[in-house]
């Protein structure tokens, strides 16, 4: 690979490294303000998550990602399964997403109450 080649790939890196990171500023505090004000809005957080799930290659985004997905499972539990499937299908590699749960056993079931936080904390510890 010739000198040019690395240092343009080497910007390019850079250059992502840096959205990814003014994306998680930008995000952080929209995140917080609908955790620490319990919003119900299911547009906001559905087009925060739609938002965030772009940066989930970068490890502070998708702990905001799951983070709001854990908050939104109580509120609207299929929705949030379809952005957990979402990001599986965007950020996990075949391999990881079949070892965590195989698609044809994917299955929207909300347990009773008590489970339920463990059940999707499980779901989206892997990744």
Same mark, same amino acid.
């Given at each position: 690979m010739s000198k040019d080649r690395q240092t343009a790939i080497a910007e390019l890196a850079a250059s992502i490294h840096t959205i990814n990171q003014q994306a998680v500023r930008e995000y952080t505090p929209l995140v917080e303000e609908i955790l620490r004000s319990r919003s119900q809005d299911k547009s906001r957080i559905e087009h925060t998550l739609d938002g965030l799930l772009d !940066?989930?290659?970068?490890?502070?985004?998708?702990?905001? !990602?799951?983070?709001l997905c854990r908050y939104y499972w109580d509120i609207d539990s299929a929705t949030t399964a379809s952005y957990v499937e979402a990001y599986r299908t965007?950020?996990?590699s075949e391999e990881e997403t079949e070892n965590v749960l195989p698609k044809q056993q994917f299955r929207v079931h909300v347990p009773c109450d008590m489970h339920k936080k463990q059940r999707f904390s499980s779901m989206t510890s892997a990744g």
């Open positions: !940066f989930c290659g970068h490890e502070p985004a998708l702990q905001l !990602f799951r983070r965007t950020w996990d």
